[in-house]
């Protein structure tokens, strides 16, 4: 078990400096330069040039990668000279309200997809199915923004039941209104949900013809019983790493949530920071998605292999 | 001046699409009468946030949100402009009585009214004297800071007395323009408060050396480098403007209760002032259809459901703000510089600009066109009839004319061809070929280039179009220097240029050689002259003469101008007035009964 999570950790450790190089050559492709956004649409060409020397944004690209990660390695993660913050404190400020939008969110998708994908293997090609299976379909291929328009116009405009905008403020002021977390909630669980709920299906259909099955059945065990007992736990492994690598889809759900329901988390972070030239704060908002999006997915193969032996023991002896 | 870019409509079609078949309507009506009290919600545009408290505003912070819309609640400048919807000078909103000029126009003196700080110090030369000497040390982070403005006009700062205080001048200058687009700028800061060069030092007279104006001036950027500490920093609650901030959070959110010690003929009605930031203008559509502000807008792709929202209680009214919008041409490219050097060609181009049509077709009405460096919208003094009268009207058939007569064999919906004397520098066989850059994410100037392309097309001109978002416009729209690749032909960001903070629109930072916004490096050694008349001989003659013959001489493409928003203002709030300046006046601001 510690070799194969030393190669995934040696894995996740490879793809991230992957991602820092990606992102930081993409970025620094990006038009207009940090030089004018700083100094400002007057400044002339000599500042600018003077700017980019001081900061050392006149040195190549490999230079410039190299510093930027010896600090990031050392956790500073650079300053935003638009909103005079650190991307750290920026970060420490936004983070959490987007993790618990998201966490929420996956929460209550998962407590509501296990149960219906479970139920729909159980009644396979019935009614029940044709119906979760169609909805399941409708949400998922449903436009997260446009979902959110939908739920707003009919709760907030026409019915008046929830507030069009998320909650303001500190995490403590956004529990303190719950009502206002339901709409950018349910933009991100509705569709989670139908993602989940058809692999949890599939997954569980996939159990009900294993062999351990039908031995507990001819063992005498009810239907009830094996369903419940033997073929849930098991249906529920791949939903594990499911919900690790769901993260950057999660990510997606959560940024057009907020910019929708105006929520102050990373995505209004990072919008902003778009439309500025913030490059620190993107690079920091993009590095640290890339870094939850890597441990998520490494979490969930060391989870799997933990609820799997077969995993670890199919890496350990090919 | 402010580079202005266009709003980016987003998910708006759509939003509206889903109102129509989802949504019903209701009413509201204001009552007679107002009430004290009250906390008003305006809505900011998206992806637009106050995020600078210092006055001495840097060049990354230099923005209508924080100056006219954060900075101006809390300290007012000697001569505040927007007045009655017209860019003029609001004299109960300014700290100063009118300046007095001498004959010659080289002193200017200055009586600043009875005000008093919130602390309870009150307003007096001093703290005029305390901004200079931060200007002057640090004048180069100033980002209105232009060279040979103010401070550096200023030979002398003469106190007279608490109150009145004069400046000498390096030379005569127009009244006019002086305290328009120079005193205009200044805003007397709190000496006995903010003149300290750390958290822990004594106030004292730092500001008089060069050395300590530059460590008082570090000190408060440092502390304007704590968005965070804003609304709980000692220092920025020393203010002389009408509202104090009583809570920021990073985000741009910003809350304003009254500065009880306001000492101006006008004092806040309401308990409390709200500015709202919001993600997009979708976000912001969202809570304004479901009466979650009392001041938002609509997006321009919207307009047409205007009475729709109006029937939620909200009463349509367009923003009309202070500029002009335009395109310009690349003077300095070494393949195309050449004819559009020649005048002929701007003309024909400008006579294949649809402005009326666009105005009526694209903007739904709500616009008007550009034709000088003055606006003719809101009314004002400045623009002269000649420029209220469209020059070059569209005319696709003159503008073939007017090229046929120069040289040029016209090929319509092709290129055509220089076979004749083009003009200067334009060679046999030189073709009518340009590309044209334009900024994305606006259907609207998305919908104009086109426009533009099909009209050229009929004179022969073809328009090679291609999209990139507003930064690299401006990135690509940069003056060319000797020695650098310059390959912009014609470039397009959509917004045109807001006349904010220098009122009076006089051209010195677009039209002027080397300006550092004249982006196509266009020259005229008339105009530069017309330029220097409007600064320094009083009179609008001048100004007459300069945008004259600027609307005559095109020194870029005139394009129509937007309303900078289309306010759906709550029936219930009174008082609004949309200063074209953008400054914001909530304490004349009140809820009916």
Same mark, same amino acid.
């Given at each position: 078990?510690?070799?194969?999570?030393?190669?995934?950790?040696?894995?996740?450790?490879?793809?991230?400096?992957?991602?820092?190089?990606?992102?930081?050559?993409?970025?620094?492709?990006?038009?207009?330069?940090?030089?004018?956004?700083?100094?400002?649409?007057?400044?002339?060409?000599?500042?600018?040039?003077?700017?980019?020397?001081?900061?050392?944004?006149?040195?190549?690209?490999?230079?410039?990668?190299?510093?930027?990660?010896?600090?990031?390695?050392?956790?500073?993660?650079?300053?935003?000279?638009?909103?005079?913050?650190?991307?750290?404190?920026?970060?420490?400020?936004?983070?959490?309200?987007?993790?618990?939008?998201?966490?929420?969110?996956?929460?209550?998708?998962?407590?509501?997809?296990?149960?219906?994908?479970?139920?729909?293997?159980?009644?396979?090609?019935?009614?029940?199915?044709?119906?979760?299976?169609?909805?399941?379909?409708?949400?998922?291929?449903?436009?997260?923004?446009?979902?959110?328009?939908?739920?707003?116009?009919?709760?907030?405009?026409?019915?008046?039941?929830?507030?069009?905008?998320?909650?303001?403020?500190?995490?403590?002021?956004?529990?303190?209104?719950?009502?206002?977390?339901?709409?950018?909630?349910?933009?991100?669980?509705?569709?989670?949900?139908?993602?989940?709920?058809?692999?949890?299906?599939?997954?569980?259909?996939?159990?009900?013809?294993?062999?351990?099955?039908?031995?507990?059945?001819?063992?005498?065990?009810?239907?009830?019983?094996?369903?419940?007992?033997?073929?849930?736990?098991?249906?529920?492994?791949?939903?594990?790493?499911?919900?690790?690598?769901?993260?950057?889809?999660?990510?997606?759900?959560?940024?057009?949530?907020?910019?929708?329901?105006?929520?102050?988390?990373?995505?209004?972070?990072?919008?902003?920071?778009?439309?500025?030239?913030?490059?620190?704060?993107?690079?920091?908002?993009?590095?640290?998605?890339?870094?939850?999006?890597?441990?998520?997915?490494?979490?969930?193969?060391?989870?799997?292999?933990?609820?799997?032996?077969?995993?670890?023991?199919?890496?350990?002896?090919? | 001046?402010?580079?202005?870019?266009?709003?980016?409509?987003?998910?708006?079609?759509?939003?509206?699409?889903?109102?129509?078949?989802?949504?019903?309507?209701?009413?509201?009506?204001?009552?007679?009468?107002?009430?004290?009290?009250?906390?008003?919600?305006?809505?900011?545009?998206?992806?637009?946030?106050?995020?600078?408290?210092?006055?001495?505003?840097?060049?990354?912070?230099?923005?209508?949100?924080?100056?006219?819309?954060?900075?101006?609640?809390?300290?007012?400048?000697?001569?505040?402009?927007?007045?009655?919807? $017209?860019?003029?000078?609001?004299?109960?909103?300014?700290?100063?009585?009118?300046?007095?000029?001498?004959?010659?126009?080289?002193?200017?003196?200055?009586?600043?009214?009875?005000?008093?700080?919130?602390?309870?110090?009150?307003?007096?030369?001093?703290?005029?004297?305390?901004?200079?000497?931060?200007?002057?040390?640090?004048?180069?982070?100033?980002?209105?800071?232009?060279?040979?403005?103010?401070?550096?006009?200023?030979?002398?700062?003469?106190?007279?007395?608490?109150?009145?205080?004069?400046?000498?001048?390096?030379?005569?200058?127009?009244?006019?323009?002086?305290?328009?687009?120079?005193?205009?700028?200044?805003?007397?800061?709190?000496?006995?408060?903010?003149?300290?060069?750390?958290?822990?030092?004594?106030?004292?007279?730092?500001?008089?050396?060069?050395?300590?104006?530059?460590?008082?001036?570090?000190?408060?950027?440092?502390?304007?480098?704590?968005?965070?500490?804003?609304?709980?920093?000692?220092?920025?609650?020393?203010?002389?403007?009408?509202?104090?901030?009583?809570?920021?959070?990073?985000?741009?959110?910003?809350?304003?209760?009254?500065? $009880?010690?306001?000492?101006?003929?006008?004092?806040?009605?309401?308990?409390?002032?709200?500015?709202?930031?919001?993600?997009?203008?979708?976000?912001?559509?969202?809570?304004?259809?479901?009466?979650?502000?009392?001041?938002?807008?609509?997006?321009?792709?919207?307009?047409?459901?205007?009475?729709?929202?109006?029937?939620?209680?909200?009463?349509?009214?367009?923003?009309?703000?202070?500029?002009?919008?335009?395109?310009?041409?690349?003077?300095?490219?070494?393949?195309?510089?050449?004819?559009?050097?020649?005048?002929?060609?701007?003309?024909?181009?400008?006579?294949?600009?649809?402005?009326?049509?666009?105005?009526?077709?694209?903007?739904?009405?709500?616009?008007?066109?550009?034709?000088?460096?003055?606006?003719?919208?809101?009314?004002?003094?400045?623009?002269?009839?000649?420029? $209220?009268?469209?020059?070059?009207?569209?005319?696709?058939?003159?503008?073939?004319?007017?090229?046929?007569?120069?040289?040029?064999?016209?090929?319509?919906?092709?290129?055509?061809?220089?076979?004749?004397?083009?003009?200067?520098?334009?060679?046999?066989?030189?073709?009518?070929?340009?590309?044209?850059?334009?900024?994305?994410?606006?259907?609207?100037?998305?919908?104009?280039?086109?426009?533009?392309?099909?009209?050229?097309?009929?004179?022969?001109?073809?328009?090679?179009?291609?999209?990139?978002?507003?930064?690299?416009?401006?990135?690509?729209?940069?003056?060319?220097?000797?020695?650098?690749?310059?390959?912009?032909?014609?470039?397009?960001?959509?917004?045109?240029?807001?006349?904010?903070?220098?009122?009076?629109?006089?051209?010195?930072?677009?039209?002027?050689?080397?300006?550092?916004?004249?982006?196509?490096?266009?020259?005229?050694?008339?105009?530069?002259?017309?330029?220097?008349?409007?600064?320094?001989?009083?009179?609008?003659?001048?100004?007459?003469?300069?945008?004259?013959?600027?609307?005559?001489?095109?020194?870029?493409?005139?394009?129509?101008?937007?309303?900078?928003?289309?306010?759906?203002?709550?029936?219930?709030?009174?008082?609004?007035?949309?200063?074209?300046?953008?400054?914001?006046?909530?304490?004349?601001?009140?809820?009916?009964?």
């Amino acid at each position: 078990m510690t070799g194969y999570i030393a190669r995934r950790a040696v894995q996740a450790v490879v793809v991230l400096l992957l991602v820092t190089v990606i992102v930081f050559v993409m970025l620094h492709a990006l038009p207009g330069g940090t030089a004018r956004a700083v100094l400002g649409e007057r400044a002339t060409n000599v500042a600018i040039a003077q700017f980019e020397k001081q900061n050392g944004f006149d040195q190549p690209l490999p230079v410039q990668y190299w510093r930027w990660l010896d600090r990031v390695l050392h956790g500073d993660l650079g300053f935003s000279y638009k909103q005079n913050e650190s991307v750290s404190e920026l970060l420490a400020e936004r983070l959490p309200k987007t993790m618990l939008l998201a966490g929420v969110s996956v929460l209550l998708a998962l407590l509501v997809a296990i149960p219906l994908g479970f139920v729909q293997a159980l009644r396979r090609n019935r009614l029940i199915d044709y119906v979760l299976t169609g909805g399941a379909f409708l949400f998922y291929s449903t436009p997260a923004f446009w979902l959110a328009l939908v739920l707003v116009t009919l709760f907030a405009i026409r019915f008046r039941i929830f507030p069009a905008q998320a909650p303001q403020g500190s995490i403590g002021q956004i529990l303190a209104d719950p009502a206002g977390l339901v709409l950018p909630v349910l933009t991100i669980a509705l569709v989670s949900i139908a993602f989940f709920s058809r692999y949890v299906r599939s997954s569980t259909l996939e159990n009900l013809m294993q062999d351990y099955v039908r031995t507990a059945r001819a063992k005498g065990a009810s239907t009830m019983r094996v369903a419940f007992r033997h073929v849930l736990r098991n249906a529920l492994v791949p939903v594990v790493t499911l919900v690790g690598l769901s993260l950057p889809f999660v990510f997606a759900g959560t940024l057009i949530s907020e910019e929708i329901f105006n929520y102050p988390g990373t995505g209004l972070l990072f919008y902003n920071a778009a439309v500025a030239r913030d490059y620190p704060v993107l690079l920091g908002v993009t590095l640290v998605v890339g870094v939850a999006t890597v441990m998520g997915s490494l979490l969930a193969d060391i989870c799997y292999a933990l609820l799997d032996p077969r995993v670890r023991l199919t890496r350990e002896r090919p | 001046m402010i580079l202005r870019s266009p709003r980016r409509p987003g998910l708006a079609v759509l939003a509206f699409a889903v109102a129509l078949a989802l949504s019903g309507c209701g009413g509201t009506q204001s009552t007679g009468g107002t009430a004290k009290g009250g906390t008003a919600t305006l809505a900011l545009p998206g992806g637009t946030t106050p995020d600078f408290i210092f006055p001495i505003v840097d060049g990354a912070h230099y923005s209508v949100a924080n100056i006219e819309q954060f900075q101006r609640l809390m300290w007012r400048p000697l001569y505040m402009y927007g007045n009655n919807g $017209k860019p003029l000078v609001n004299e109960p909103a300014s700290l100063a009585d009118a300046p007095v000029f001498s004959a010659d126009d080289a002193r200017v003196t200055i009586t600043l009214k009875p005000y008093m700080w919130s602390d309870g110090q009150p307003v007096t030369s001093r703290d005029f004297t305390f901004l200079f000497n931060l200007l002057k040390a640090n004048k180069s982070n100033w980002a209105a800071y232009l060279p040979g403005d103010v401070p550096d006009n200023v030979k002398d700062v003469q106190v007279q007395n608490d109150h009145t205080f004069t400046l000498v001048l390096d030379h005569g200058y127009s009244p006019t323009w002086f305290e328009a687009n120079q005193l205009s700028q200044l805003m007397p800061i709190p000496q006995h408060a903010w003149d300290r060069t750390s958290a822990s030092g004594q106030v004292g007279d730092n500001d008089t050396t060069a050395a300590g104006a530059k460590a008082v001036y570090d000190f408060l950027m440092s502390q304007a480098k704590q968005p965070s500490t804003y609304a709980t920093n000692p220092l920025w609650q020393v203010v002389d403007g009408p509202w104090k901030l009583s809570d920021y959070r990073t985000d741009g959110y910003a809350a304003f209760v009254p500065n $009880k010690q306001y000492s101006g003929p006008v004092k806040a009605k309401l308990d409390k002032f709200i500015e709202q930031p919001f993600t997009t203008e979708q976000a912001e559509l969202n809570v304004l259809r479901s009466n979650g502000v009392d001041y938002g807008y609509l997006p321009q792709s919207d307009v047409s459901q205007a009475s729709a929202i109006e029937g939620q209680g909200y009463t349509f009214s367009p923003w009309v703000s202070w500029g002009i919008n335009y395109i310009p041409f690349n003077f300095a490219s070494p393949t195309v510089g050449p004819i559009f050097k020649q005048l002929y060609f701007r003309q024909a181009m400008q006579m294949l600009i649809d402005q009326n049509g666009f105005v009526s077709n694209l903007f739904k009405g709500y616009g008007w066109p550009t034709n000088g460096p003055v606006p003719i919208k809101p009314d004002n003094p400045y623009v002269s009839q000649y420029v $209220k009268g469209s020059p070059y009207k569209y005319s696709p058939t003159g503008a073939t004319a007017l090229l046929k007569s120069h040289g040029w064999t016209i090929h319509p919906d092709g290129v055509s061809e220089c076979t004749g004397d083009c003009g200067t520098g334009v060679a046999v066989g030189a073709k009518l070929q340009f590309s044209l850059i334009y900024a994305s994410g606006d259907t609207i100037v998305s919908q104009e280039v086109q426009a533009w392309k099909s009209a050229a097309a009929q004179a022969g001109i073809q328009l090679d179009l291609s999209e990139a978002p507003f930064n690299q416009v401006i990135a690509d729209a940069a003056p060319c220097t000797p020695g650098q690749t310059c390959s912009w032909q014609i470039v397009y960001w959509g917004g045109g240029w807001l006349y904010g903070v220098n009122p009076l629109p006089v051209g010195d930072q677009q039209f002027l050689c080397g300006a550092g916004a004249n982006f196509g490096s266009y020259c005229d050694s008339t105009n530069d002259a017309n330029i220097h008349a409007v600064q320094n001989q009083a009179g609008l003659e001048p100004m007459t003469k300069f945008e004259d013959y600027m609307a005559q001489q095109l020194p870029v493409l005139w394009m129509p101008y937007r309303p900078y928003q289309l306010s759906m203002i709550s029936k219930k709030l009174q008082g609004v007035e949309q200063s074209p300046i953008l400054s914001l006046l909530p304490e004349e601001w009140s809820f009916s009964k």
